[in-house]
C-alpha cells in the first residue's frame, strides 16, 4: 500500500489517481457528482447543477471555472434568468448542444 502524502486525505489521492488513469488514457469527460471541497481545489470545468439562485450562487463560490449552470427539473430558477454571476443558466434538454460546446 503507498504511503499517503501529507496534508492530502484518502479521497483526494483516489481522486487523483483515477485523473491520472483518465488523462493516460486520453479520456475526454469525466462526470462527478460531489466533491466540492477538493474539486475547488483543482483547474476544472464544472457545470453546476442547481435548483435556485441561492445554490448556483454558493456553488460558484466553490466551483471557479464552473461553464455553466443547469437549472434542475425540480428547481425554481425563473425562466427568464438567463445569468447568475455572468455565467449563463441553461435548461435540459433544450440547451444540450450549448453545453457540449461549453465543455468542448
Known amino acids: 500500500m503507498k504511503k499517503r502524502r501529507k496534508g492530502k486525505s484518502r479521497i483526494e489521492e483516489d481522486l487523483d489517481r483515477a ?3 483518465f488523462r493516460a488514457n486520453k ?3 469525466l462526470f462527478v457528482e460531489g466533491f466540492n471541497n477538493i474539486l ?3 483547474q476544472v ?3 453546476i447543477c442547481s435548483s435556485d439562485i441561492a445554490e448556483a450562487q454558493t456553488l460558484l463560490g466553490i466551483h471557479r471555472n464552473a461553464v455553466c449552470i443547469v437549472a434542475t427539473a425540480s428547481g425554481n430558477i425563473q425562466p ?3 445569468f447568475v454571476r455572468n455565467v449563463p443558466v441553461l435548461k435540459l434538454p433544450k440547451d444540450s448542444q450549448r453545453i457540449v460546446q461549453l465543455i468542448s
Open 19 to 21: 485523473l491520472q488513469i
Open 27 to 29: 479520456t475526454d469527460y
Open 40 to 42: 475547488e481545489k483543482r
Open 45 to 47: 470545468k464544472a457545470i
Open 80 to 82: 427568464r434568468t438567463s
